[in-house]
């Protein structure tokens, strides 16, 4: 009986050990890749709005799995929720870089903008269908969370 209980336990805490890290159904390329963005030196005059650069060389975070992600509680945006290696990186990221603004690439592209107001310690990432479009659309093809509305 103790043998059953021990290895029921052993069992469980592998699993739970492999459960913790969920990759995309592409490995090969990071999930994310984080940026600071300062202000672009060539500014247009002709574009409204603020024009921000980063140096693509220099990510702040590379994210290549996650603890969690899942569809949004209104079915339509996405929660992802980073590693705990990843949380702590951030965290420090946000604390550092706090009333700063990051850029969240993706696959070679700028997906969105984060204007960071607080430092988050969480490390859970909620997009919405109607601000963050192509960063949902983005996540649901990679982790297979089923079709973008």
Not at 41 to 52: A, F
Not at 117 to 143: C, H, M, Q, S, W
């Amino acid at each position: 009986m103790k043998f059953n209980l021990f290895f029921g336990a052993a069992l469980l805490l592998t699993c739970s050990l492999f459960a913790a890290e969920i990759k995309p159904v592409d490995p090969g390329t990071p999930v994310f890749r984080i940026y600071l963005a300062f202000k672009s030196p060539n500014q247009q005059r002709t574009k409204p709005g603020p024009q921000v650069s980063f140096d693509s060389k220099l990510p702040l975070l590379v994210v290549s799995s996650a603890r969690d992600v899942r569809v949004g509680r209104n079915g339509k945006g996405v929660v992802f929720a980073l590693n705990d290696k990843d949380i702590a990186a951030f965290a420090a990221i946000s604390r550092k870089y706090n009333h700063g603004l990051l850029l969240v690439e993706g696959q070679g592209r700028v997906l969105t903008a984060m204007q960071i107001t607080e430092p988050l310690n969480n490390g859970i990432f909620e997009f919405n269908d109607r601000d963050d479009a192509d960063v949902v659309k983005y996540l649901r093809r990679r982790f297979k969370l089923g079709e973008a509305r």
